[in-house]
């Protein structure tokens, strides 16, 4: 019986043993997960703060700046639009004339003659 007592002693011992080495692991595994919590509830903290004050304003200030960028651009756009549009009513009232056109034609005709007479000329000048 003494035997049995000390080996169950033994045994209870090493029992005791694996627990408290468990019970050491978890407090340093429990000790490192408040540290990175706490770690990272300081950078949620400055972030946070980060963006209530600074980021708001430079966001602020970058949708500002290219609100104006837009509108300018929107400006120019319209002013090209504007000069398009005169350009176009004018060249369509020029095409709208009929004295536009006979000076077209003429214009034709006179290349068109003065390019054909060239041609004849030279084979006349060829054949003889």
Not at 3 to 22: G, M, N, P, Q, R
Not at 52 to 60: A, D, I, T, V, Y
Not at 71 to 100: C, G, R, V
Request: include cysteine; aromatic fraction near 4%.
């Amino acid at each position: 019986m003494p035997d049995e007592k000390h080996s169950a002693l033994d045994l209870i011992s090493e029992i005791l043993d694996k627990v408290i080495d468990t019970q050491q692991a978890s407090t340093e595994a429990m000790t490192g997960l408040k540290s990175a919590v706490e770690q990272n509830g300081e950078r949620l903290h400055e972030l946070n703060s980060h963006f209530k004050n600074g980021f708001r304003s430079e966001l602020k200030e970058h949708v500002s700046s290219q609100t104006v960028k837009c509108e300018d651009a929107m400006s120019n756009l319209k002013d090209e639009i504007s000069e398009l549009q005169i350009t176009m009513k004018a060249f369509h009232e020029l095409m709208s004339k009929p004295s536009y056109w006979i000076k077209l034609i003429l214009t034709t005709v006179v290349a068109t003659t003065t390019a054909i007479g060239g041609i004849v000329a030279l084979i006349i000048k060829l054949m003889s």
